[in-house]
Structure formats: structure tokens, C-alpha cells
């Protein structure tokens, strides 16, 4: 009862201890590596908790990975928290805890030391190493694989201890189940509970080797294995479908093997000395030292040489020396998936093994004596401190993006992608000329690669240099002509100069790009919405609702687009559906011109031509080079005589035709109304007549018909007002 009580004391210490360390992700944001695809921009979570989307979460890989059971955890963190990061921060937390109090009690029922269990649990909730799994909403994966991770070695040591009947493995199987529908990289799991065979459960005799326990506790586990084995085919199947696997021509056998070796030399490094920690280690792909990668392997085989011949009398070292390389096998970079040399988050769970070894050697090199056992303690318990410090320091640097990618850079000052990165978050702030110089350097380090020319290109367009803009685009158009993005930046930017056959390409080349299975993120809606815009200048106005449309059903939360497809409802009669999309439109925070302008379409279809006047005169207050609101105040003075002074709408039609330098011949025809409102019939006429001339000469015949009609009433008008 006296020792359940203080390992009850010890769980709660250390996860109070974890509690602090992590508390401080209430104030981090979604970060722009992987966050947009998993959440923020994950078209598949806006079906909701609906059997839609637990269906769409069974059916489909996504993002190169099959894990349901993670796709289900953060859809229900977005029907609960919406887009709030801290919510889902504080789950992988609360997950995180949860999975380090199982493994201390794995642990503890597996050997029966307390002390030793929670100094390695210590180790799994504290290292700096673990808190890239934790401070990254995209790991939840890490977390949740790692619960289930525990809970298959705690329902382990349960049947291990007791007779063995096959019934008693399902709790096994299901725990290990769940945990591969969390995270493919638990395959390795069935081996790892063969290691706790010959150690501590004894089930397995290696010195001497025993064939027969071997056949034992191996034939037990083929369920396991089964699950493991469908699992890696699922794996490699999704991540080479969504083109995430390192083709082998790019990078051949030898530098995949040299950088593997000095990956597990790194991570035990790191381990013990947790410097220069960071979100991305670039690979070094055909430049790794062969000397280094010589010397990393000299470590790992002088090692395990030691691991195999302690297994008759320090079994615990060669458990945990196997742990530790087993469970690294798949994301070691054998099969190399990114671009990464290493990743911190690969260590979450193969750690632990290296913990146990060490953990346990240690005690029985040095504690043989209750004064030695007690320093031991008080170094662990300064170790555990220290790591602490050392995580909270880490768990800064996740903060958001720009902490992030400004980390990268202080460590990988050259990296052209951690500039690019870097460069693209400075943007989203609105620090251009330092964008800009992030760019610049990324292009000087990878001169052909696409994105940093892109980043120079979206911001030369922002500040309304086209002709820059374009030509970036262009480029890395050239560059990578099968990214359907820069064909849509280039459709967009050809758009705003006139260039619309050639913008009509590009949009329609990246559509044709984004085609393929699963669901489209919302930047696949961009030249949709570009092909809607174009087919309204046009006066396509059924393609242009179809090409909003098809735009919306992608990216339902552009604003914009609600509100031009509104404004086309409301100027083809439909009402209800104006107003629907409107209020769609006002629930997502719009309050542009457009948006105004469109209610003011709205208010006037329905008769009250009072509120539509105020709308479109909100909408000049908001943008007073609104030729549309302009225009349309215009003829609802002129239709509506004591609605306003006709004085008023010649006062904003005379603005928007100087605005257009006397060039837009809709804005002449509503100032020819504005004059006629004051009976001003002679300036009427003449300006009626300019808009009939602008209009034949850019061949529009349907506008110069109408505009010619009202031409002819401003000079009946006249002569039946002249004496």
C-alpha cells in the first residue's frame, strides 16, 4: 500500500512538472508547416462529425498518411475548439500526460521498480527532444499513437503475467490496433513486446537461445504481426500515391545509409546533450562525410557488439539497445520520406528504450549500495530538472511561425527553404522589404526552385507592380510547370492588366493539376474564382455563377467570392439565394465595399430602394472608387425623384467619371441620368452621347443600343422642356 502511495506521489509530481513545462502553448498559434493541410485549410474537417466525414477519414489517405483514428481526434478538437490552436495544443498536453502515467505504470508492472520506471518516464515527459511531438498541433499523431503505444505494453505485461489463453491477448491486439490507426510507425511494436520477452518477462531465453520459447511467444503474436505487416503496405502504398517518397535516382542506397547511421548517432547525442534543437534539419543528400557517417557506424556496432553479449547478465541493455534501433527503422531514412536528415519527433517513442538502458545500467553499475542509490536519485532528480529548464526554453521556439522558421535560420542560416519559410511568414506580417531579402537569398542558394520567386512575385502584386509580378510568375512557371499554384498566381496577375485569354489558360491549366482524388485544399479554388471573374467581364453571367460556384463547394469561407455570387443572384432576380449568400458573406466578418454593394442590389430587387441607396453609399464610404456603388446611387436618384437631391447623384457620378478619366462608358450613361434628375438636359445629352461612342468603339453593340435609348430620352426630354 506504502509504495502504491508513492508512486501515486511520483505520477503526480511528474505530470505537474509536465503541466508547467507545456502550459504555455495557451498562447501559441497554428503554425504554417503542415497546420494549414491537418487544420486550418483541411477541406475534409468541415464535414464535421457527421458519418460523411468518419467515413471520408476511413476511405482516404490523406496528406500521404492513413490515420483515422488521428483524422477523428482532430475533427473533434475542430467541433469543439473551431480554429482556436490552444484547444488542440492542450489536448496533444493532456495526451501527452495521459500516455507518460501509462508507461510508468507499464513499466513499474512490468519490472517492479519504481524508482528506475519513473526516472524514464521522467525522461519521456520532460526531454527536449519530445517537445516537437507536443507543441505542433500536426503531431498529433506522436501523442495519440504514443498513448495507445503504453497501453499496449501496460495490457502486455497483464497477459504476460498471467496464463496464457489467447482471449486474454485481444485487449493487446486492440490497444495495438488503435495505436497503428493513430501512427503507421507502431509497426514495430510486435517486436518490441518479443524484446520484453527476454526482458523483463523472461519469456524468451536468447543465452542459451531456446527455439522452442522462441516459437512460443512469437506464434502468439500473429495477430499482431498480421496488423503490423497490412499496415506498411497501407503505409508505403498512401505516401508513394501522394509522391511523398524520395525517388531512388534522387538519392541512391549509399547516402541513405550513411545519413541513417549518423541520424542514430545524433539522436543519442541529443539525447544527452539537447543543443541546437530545431523543426527541420536539412538533408545533406550526396554531401554526408563519409568519415562521419564511418565513425557513427563504428559507434552503433561497437554497441550492439556490447548489447549482445550483455544478454546473459544485463538482458535490460540489450532490450533497450534493441528498442532503441528497432523503432527507429521506419523513419530512419532508409525509405526517405521529405526532406528532412532527422526529425526530433522520431525519437518519442524509440527513446524510451534507449532510457531504459542506460536508466537501468546505470543502477547497476553504480548503485550497489542504499548511499549510491540515493545519489543516483538526486542526480535523477536534477536531470529531470535540467530537462525540464532545457524543455521550456524548446517549447518557446514553437510559439508560431516566425519563432519557428527564425530558429531554423539561426542554426541553417543558408537552407533555401527554411529561407523561403521564413521569408513567407515575414509576408504574413506585412514585413515586406525583410521578405523580400529572405527571397532573394533562397534564390541565390537554389536558383532554380520555384517558391521564393513566387513569394518576390505575391509581393510585387500586393503593392501593385504588375508588370514585376508577372514576370515572377512566369518564371517559376517555367521552372515547375506541373504546380498548379503559380498558374493561378500568373492567371490572376494576367487578369488584373486585360490579359484575359492568356489568364483563362492559366486558370484552366491549374484546375486541369489539381485533378485527382480526395479533396481539394482551398487554394485549389483560386482560379475558379479567377474564371468567374473574367466570365463576368464578359457578361458570361450563367459561367461566371457556375465558376463561383464550383470555387465555393472548394473554399466555402472566401468572402469575396460569396459576395460577387450574391451580387449576380441579386442582379438575376434570386432574391433568397442573394441573401443567403450574403449572410454568409456577414458571418465570416466582410465588410467591403463589394459587400455593401451587393446588399444594396439586394434591397433594391426588393423594392426598398431606400436601403438600397444607403448601401451603396455605405459602400462608397468604404471604397469611394466604387464605380459600381457610384453608378448605381446615380440611377436611383435619377428613377426615384425625392429620394435624394438629384444634386447628389451629379455630385457622385461626376467623381467616379473623373475617377475613370472620362474611360468607362456605364459611368457616362448614369451621369447623363444624374443630369437629366436636375434637368440638366444639354450636359445629359452630351454625356449620353460620349457613353453611345465609347461603347461602339470597344464593339459592346448591346450597351450602345441601351445607351443610345437613353439618348434619345434625354432629347425628348429637352425639347419638351424648351419653350
Given at each position: 500500500m506504502r509504495t502504491q502511495g508513492v508512486g501515486a506521489g511520483i505520477a503526480l509530481?511528474?505530470?505537474?512538472?509536465t503541466l508547467a513545462v507545456f502550459a504555455q502553448v495557451r498562447d501559441h498559434e497554428f503554425l504554417d508547416y503542415d497546420d494549414p493541410r491537418y487544420v486550418t485549410e483541411n477541406p475534409k474537417l468541415r464535414l464535421g462529425l457527421s458519418w460523411a466525414g468518419l467515413a471520408s477519414d476511413l476511405r482516404e489517405p490523406y496528406f500521404g498518411n492513413w490515420s483515422p483514428l488521428t483524422s477523428l481526434s482532430l475533427r473533434i478538437d475542430?467541433?469543439?475548439?473551431?480554429?482556436?490552436?490552444?484547444?488542440?495544443?492542450?489536448?496533444?498536453?493532456?495526451l501527452h500526460i495521459a500516455t507518460t502515467?501509462?508507461?510508468?505504470?507499464?513499466?513499474?508492472?512490468?519490472?517492479?521498480?519504481?524508482?528506475?520506471?519513473?526516472?524514464?518516464?521522467?525522461?519521456?515527459?520532460?526531454?527536449?527532444?519530445?517537445?516537437?511531438?507536443?507543441?505542433?498541433?500536426?503531431?498529433?499523431?506522436?501523442?495519440?499513437?504514443?498513448?495507445?503505444?503504453?497501453?499496449?505494453?501496460?495490457?502486455?505485461?497483464?497477459?504476460a503475467r498471467g496464463p496464457a489463453r489467447p482471449l486474454r491477448m485481444i485487449p493487446v491486439a486492440l490497444a495495438f490496433a488503435l495505436g497503428l490507426l493513430s501512427k503507421s510507425m507502431l509497426v514495430t511494436l510486435p517486436f518490441v513486446l518479443l524484446l520484453l520477452d527476454v526482458w523483463p518477462l523472461g519469456r524468451l531465453r536468447l543465452a542459451p537461445f531456446d527455439a522452442g520459447s522462441l516459437r512460443s511467444v512469437a506464434f502468439e503474436k500473429w495477430p499482431l504481426f498480421l496488423l503490423a505487416i497490412a499496415m506498411a503496405?497501407?503505409?508505403?502504398?498512401?505516401?508513394?500515391?501522394?509522391?511523398?517518397?524520395?525517388?531512388?535516382?534522387?538519392?541512391?542506397?549509399?547516402?541513405?545509409?550513411?545519413?541513417?547511421?549518423?541520424?542514430?548517432?545524433?539522436?543519442?547525442?541529443?539525447?544527452?546533450?539537447?543543443?541546437?534543437?530545431?523543426?527541420?534539419?536539412?538533408?545533406?543528400l550526396m554531401l554526408v562525410s563519409p568519415w562521419r557517417a564511418f565513425a557513427a557506424g563504428g559507434l552503433l556496432a561497437g554497441v550492439s557488439v556490447v548489447a549482445i553479449r550483455s544478454i546473459r547478465t544485463r538482458p535490460y541493455f540489450f532490450v533497450g539497445w534493441a528498442w532503441y534501433l528497432g523503432m527507429l527503422v521506419p523513419v530512419i531514412g532508409i525509405v526517405q520520406v521529405g526532406m528532412q536528415a532527422h526529425a526530433d519527433r522520431y525519437t518519442y517513442l524509440p527513446l524510451i528504450g534507449a532510457s531504459i538502458a542506460f536508466t537501468w545500467g546505470a543502477v547497476d553499475v553504480v548503485g550497489r549500495t542504499r548511499n549510491t542509490r540515493a545519489a543516483l536519485a538526486a542526480v535523477g532528480v536534477a536531470a529531470s530538472a535540467a530537462m525540464a529548464f532545457a524543455a521550456h526554453g524548446q517549447v518557446g521556439h514553437w510559439r508560431d511561425s516566425l519563432a519557428v522558421h527564425e530558429r531554423i535560420i539561426a542554426l541553417y542560416p543558408h537552407h533555401y527553404r527554411s529561407l523561403d519559410h521564413l521569408g513567407k511568414a515575414y509576408q504574413r506580417l506585412g514585413r515586406f522589404d525583410e521578405a523580400l531579402g529572405l527571397f532573394r537569398a533562397a534564390i541565390r542558394s537554389a536558383p532554380t526552385w520555384p517558391p521564393p520567386r513566387i513569394g518576390i512575385a505575391d509581393i510585387a502584386f500586393m503593392r501593385g507592380d504588375l508588370d514585376e509580378a508577372i514576370e515572377f510568375y512566369e518564371y517559376a512557371v517555367e521552372l515547375d510547370p506541373a504546380q498548379p499554384a503559380p498558374h493561378a498566381s500568373l492567371g490572376r496577375a494576367l487578369a488584373f492588366v486585360g490579359r484575359n485569354t492568356e489568364a483563362r489558360g492559366h486558370f484552366e491549366r491549374s484546375i486541369e493539376l489539381e485533378i485527382g482524388p480526395g479533396p481539394r485544399p482551398p487554394r485549389a479554388a483560386v482560379p475558379h474564382f479567377g474564371l468567374g471573374k473574367l466570365a463576368v467581364v464578359d457578361g458570361e453571367w450563367s459561367e461566371a455563377?457556375?465558376?463561383?460556384?464550383?470555387?465555393?463547394?472548394?473554399?466555402p469561407n472566401d468572402r469575396d467570392a460569396l459576395t460577387r455570387l450574391a451580387d449576380l443572384r441579386a442582379s438575376g432576380g434570386d432574391v433568397s439565394a442573394a441573401v443567403a449568400l450574403l449572410d454568409r458573406a456577414e458571418s465570416r466578418g466582410v465588410g467591403s465595399a463589394r459587400y455593401y454593394a451587393a446588399r444594396g442590389k439586394v434591397a433594391e430587387a426588393a423594392g426598398d430602394v431606400a436601403g438600397a441607396l444607403d448601401n451603396f453609399r455605405i459602400a462608397l464610404t468604404v471604397d469611394s472608387e466604387h464605380h459600381d456603388a457610384a453608378r448605381a446611387v446615380a440611377w436611383l436618384i435619377a428613377r426615384h425623384p425625392g429620394l435624394a437631391p438629384p444634386e447628389d447623384a451629379v455630385r457622385v457620378a461626376e467623381a467616379a467619371v473623373t475617377a475613370t478619366q472620362r474611360s468607362?462608358?456605364?459611368?457616362?450613361?448614369?451621369?447623363?441620368?444624374?443630369?437629366?434628375?436636375?434637368?440638366?438636359?444639354?450636359?445629359?445629352?452630351?454625356?449620353?452621347?460620349?457613353?453611345?461612342?465609347?461603347?461602339?468603339?470597344?464593339?459592346?453593340?448591346?450597351?450602345?443600343?441601351?445607351?443610345?435609348?437613353?439618348?434619345?430620352?434625354?432629347?425628348?426630354?429637352?425639347?419638351?422642356?424648351?419653350?
Open positions: 509530481i511528474i505530470a505537474t512538472a475542430h467541433a469543439a475548439y473551431g480554429l482556436d490552436a490552444a484547444g488542440y495544443l492542450f489536448t496533444n498536453l493532456a502515467l501509462v508507461l510508468l505504470a507499464a513499466l513499474v508492472s512490468l519490472t517492479g521498480a519504481l524508482g528506475r520506471s519513473a526516472f524514464v518516464a521522467a525522461v519521456f515527459a520532460l526531454h527536449p527532444l519530445h517537445v516537437e511531438s507536443v507543441a505542433w498541433v500536426s503531431e498529433r499523431k506522436d501523442v495519440l499513437s504514443g498513448l495507445f503505444f503504453a497501453l499496449t505494453l501496460f495490457a502486455y505485461a497483464r497477459y503496405l497501407v503505409t508505403v502504398a498512401s505516401q508513394d500515391d501522394a509522391g511523398a517518397l524520395f525517388p531512388i535516382e534522387a538519392l541512391p542506397v549509399g547516402p541513405r545509409l550513411a545519413n541513417a547511421l549518423s541520424s542514430y548517432a545524433v539522436y543519442l547525442a541529443q539525447a544527452f546533450w539537447p543543443s541546437g534543437l530545431a523543426a527541420f534539419y536539412p538533408h545533406p455563377i457556375a465558376s463561383l460556384e464550383r470555387g465555393l463547394a472548394i473554399d468607362d462608358p456605364r459611368m457616362l450613361d448614369a451621369l447623363g441620368a444624374a443630369y437629366a434628375a436636375s434637368d440638366r438636359y444639354d450636359e445629359a445629352t452630351g454625356a449620353a452621347e460620349e457613353a453611345v461612342r465609347l461603347a461602339s468603339l470597344a464593339g459592346n453593340r448591346e450597351e450602345a443600343a441601351i445607351f443610345r435609348d437613353h439618348l434619345e430620352r434625354w432629347v425628348l426630354r429637352r425639347s419638351a422642356a424648351s419653350p
